[in-house]
């Protein structure tokens, strides 16, 4: 019950961020959807972390990552590609997003990779081993954060153009309309196959041309409806750039919705136990896969609706860049904290997560890579993930992981 609480409250978070969005511009209105976001799977995490449930918190982060990177990522190109045929998006801003997520995954593998060789060597007992990983992963925890910190320093500020979509019209400026459609266009060689400009990608519902009943008239009549047609539509992308709610009012509802959340979500980590007890699912089936789908209900809801909508760059800025906060401060905001609390939470995760991790970052490299997309390029990252969810409903690790 749970649940599917918190799946209308996410709703109701994705709105209100969005409202603030288009106030504040879509960089601090994806980071801020990214932040109210990952609060559900921080205090869902902190929860765990106090109880001792290090696997839990652990494997719930990575799940989020995965999460993030691939269902909603691949949600968000199919939402999109099933109303256009193919959408752009800033390459630029996408590969400095993958590089700061490249570094996050590092940041794992690396000392997953240091505990298994050492351990492999057998030349020092393995409480040795644990110690130094231990104070490996509270150097590394530091470290991330300031380079979380650079990250903010560098989209909000010295390099914030490469993140604006400017004023219609303004095409004077670094971030005006002109240039960002410049950047945003991939340059597709000449005799290439071009996509069509107009008529559905399934083309349900398209018919042909009907040969005209009315003489001269049909035409006055037809230029008249497309004309109305174009006013409709010029009103609704108006309506859909204008913000509904008064800014205090979008900020009470931010900040009401996300404290009932968290407490949907401790009534959640509560009945855990009683599930995995159960015998009906696995501890890693439901801290992999159940807990992030939970968390990232805001971000999914919020990053498919705005690519409906055909704001892209919103979208991975909410995917993407939620990932990207899971791995760069949440993740190492509880090891500095386990640190003070006497839980010794490290970078020392699952093996067989670790590698999924990889696979799963460099995949998604492969998609984003070119500036463009469609429903095809998203329906495989959704399917890559589907397997990923079947391959841990059957996964019982042989050994737990440091902690």
């Keep these: 019950m749970s649940f599917i609480a918190i799946v209308p409250l996410a709703a109701l978070l994705g709105f209100a961020t969005e409202d603030i969005a288009l106030r504040v511009g879509e960089t601090i209105g994806g980071l801020l959807n990214a932040t109210f976001g990952n609060a559900v799977e921080l205090i869902i995490a902190i929860l765990a972390l106090t109880k001792g449930e290090l696997d839990i918190v652990q494997s719930s982060m990575i799940g989020s990552i995965l999460s993030n990177c691939l269902l909603v990522l691949g949600m968000c190109f199919v939402a999109g590609g099933l109303r256009m045929h193919e959408m752009s998006y800033s390459i630029r801003a996408a590969q400095v997003n993958l590089n700061l997520l490249g570094l996050a995954v590092t940041a794992i593998v690396i000392p997953v990779a240091f505990h298994v060789f050492v351990d492999d060597d057998a030349n020092e007992p393995l409480s040795v081993t644990d110690n130094k990983v231990v104070q490996i992963s509270h150097g590394v925890a530091i470290i991330l954060i300031f380079v979380y910190c650079a990250m903010l320093v560098f989209q909000l500020w010295t390099h914030a153009y490469m993140y604006s979509a400017g004023k219609p019209g303004d095409s004077n400026t670094p971030g005006g309309a002109a240039q960002l459609a410049r950047e945003r266009q991939l340059a597709i060689p000449a005799g290439e196959p071009q996509p069509p400009t107009s008529g559905g990608v399934f083309r349900i519902g398209s018919l042909p041309s009907l040969p005209s009943w009315g003489g001269s008239s049909d ?51 509560s009945s855990i136990e009683g599930l995995v007890a159960s015998g009906g699912v696995s501890e890693q089936f439901v801290s992999l896969i159940l807990l992030p789908l939970v968390g990232n209900a805001a971000e999914h809801v919020t990053a498919v ?30 090891i500095l904290l386990g640190w003070c609390i006497g839980q010794p939470l490290t970078f020392y995760f699952d093996e067989f997560e670790t590698v999924i991790l990889f696979v799963s970052v460099v995949a998604v490299n492969w998609a984003i890579s070119d500036g463009r997309t469609n429903w095809l390029e998203g329906l495989i990252l959704c399917v890559i993930y589907i397997i990923i969810a079947l391959t841990i409903w059957y996964y019982e690790p042989t050994s737990a992981s440091l902690g």
Aim: glycine share 4%.
């Design 305 to 334: 609706t705005v690519a409906a909508k055909d704001k892209l760059d919103l979208s991975i800025a909410v995917a993407v860049g939620s990932s990207i906060q899971i791995a760069l401060f949440v993740i190492p905001v509880l």
């Design 219 to 269: 035409d006055g009549s037809s230029s008249s409806s497309s004309s109305s047609s174009s006013s409709a539509s010029s009103e609704d992308s108006l309506d859909e750039h204008t913000p509904k709610m008064l800014a205090r009012v979008a900020i009470l509802l931010l900040v009401v919705v996300t404290v009932i959340t968290g407490v949907t979500a401790e009534w959640l980590v």
